[in-house]
Nanobody, 115 residues
Framework: QVQLMESGGGLVQAGGSLRLSCAAS????????MGWYRQAPGKQRELIAQ???????NYADSVKGRFTIARVNAKNTVYLQINSLKPEDTAVYYC?????????WGQGTQVTVSS
């Protein structure tokens, strides 16, 4: 079992920045990679960024150049630096991890961007 806990969400003005954090605990050796998803009301959850244990990253086109995912393996933590926020970035952001036993999810943290 892997437990994930997100933090760092909040209310920001358009053009502002946030840094989201996700701390993993439990069977961390089962993790092959971690990522961030987001889900707005009435919309499907979408992948926005991910990083493998080897450091390979992938970003959704909608956030490329504005969002950066990074990891600190020694802390079992991943970060999502969010810059140039837009109102359409408003969503619940979820941390995700995957491995041989499947996927794991955090509880989510709300990001709200005012116009």
């Amino acid at each position: 079992q892997v437990q994930l806990m997100e933090s760092g969400g909040g209310l920001v003005q358009a053009g502002g920045s946030l840094r989201l954090s996700c701390a993993a605990s439990g069977s961390i050796r089962s993790i092959n990679g971690m990522g961030w998803y987001r889900q707005a009301p009435g919309k499907q959850r979408e992948l926005i960024a991910q990083i493998t244990i080897g450091g390979i990253t992938n970003y959704a086109d909608s956030v490329k150049g504005r969002f950066t995912i990074a990891r600190v393996n020694a802390k079992n933590t991943v970060y999502l630096q969010i810059n140039s926020l837009k109102p359409e970035d408003t969503a619940v952001y979820y941390c995700n991890a995957w491995g041989p036993q499947g996927q794991y999810w955090g509880q989510g943290t709300q990001v709200t961007v005012s116009s």
